[in-house]
T-cell receptor, first 116, second 114 residues
């Protein structure tokens, strides 16, 4: 059984289009994340949600809008796609930190977005 | 803010060679430190972690020791295999309102040749 799944795996689209990437986790985690990995493999957090509430928003353009219909899903909608949005987007999930203890983040397989 | 610096790749080694990938960090608090691995076409997997100074994380023959005095967390393996070929990311975590915010290094691509 896949723990963190993303769809689609590949997404090729034209500049200016609007697209969505879906993420689902079956681990019972309360917290979900979106990361962006650019062409140089640099990986940076974009958003974090805890129980459907936005916790982290790392100065991402407002063309990017995460939506969490329930705590098992965190979708990423991107408006007016630009060339620079081409990247691999990773979803992840974890339990929230409690008592100072770290809880591992589990990553999905990634969605490779190519904007032409 | 917090940051992670790891050695630039790519790194190419022969099978059974000794591996070191350097990682240093900058943090205001007391972060936890991690190495993640990304095999071709896959997502990231946690390889090992250390949550306080002098802790040693280990897994699959890889080791890294949390050195607070040198703010380092270098990854080592005594004898690498072809199957270790992957991209390795050093990362630190800080508590962001009860959630984990991982800050990654730029990744080091490792290729092992038979």
């Amino acid at each position: 059984d896949t723990a963190v799944s993303q769809t689609p795996k590949y997404l090729v689209t034209q500049m200016g289009n609007d697209k969505s990437i879906k993420c689902e986790q079956n681990l019972g985690h309360d917290t979900m994340y979106w990361y962006k990995q650019d062409s140089k493999k640099f990986l940076k957090i974009m958003f974090s949600y805890n129980n459907k509430e936005l916790i982290i928003n790392e100065t991402v353009p407002n063309r990017f809008s995460p939506k969490s219909p329930d705590k098992a899903h965190l979708n990423l909608h991107i408006n007016s796609l630009e060339l620079g949005d081409s990247a691999v987007y990773f979803c992840a999930s974890s339990h929230p930190r409690s008592g100072g203890a770290y809880n591992e983040q589990f990553f999905g397989p990634g969605t490779r977005l190519t904007v032409l | 803010g917090d940051s992670v610096t790891q050695m630039e790749g790519p790194v190419t080694l022969s099978e059974e060679a000794f591996l070191t990938i350097n990682c240093t960090y900058t943090a205001t608090g007391y972060p936890s430190l991690f190495w993640y691995v990304q095999y071709p076409g896959e997502g990231l997997q946690l390889l090992l972690k250390a949550t306080k100074a002098d802790d040693k994380g280990s897994n699959k023959g890889f080791e890294a020791t949390y050195r607070k005095e040198t703010t380092s967390f270098h990854l080592e393996k005594g004898s690498v295999q072809v199957s270790d070929s992957a991209v390795y990311f050093c990362a630190l975590s800080e508590d962001a309102f009860g959630n984990e915010k991982l800050t990654f290094g730029t990744g080091t691509r490792l290729t092992i040749i038979p």
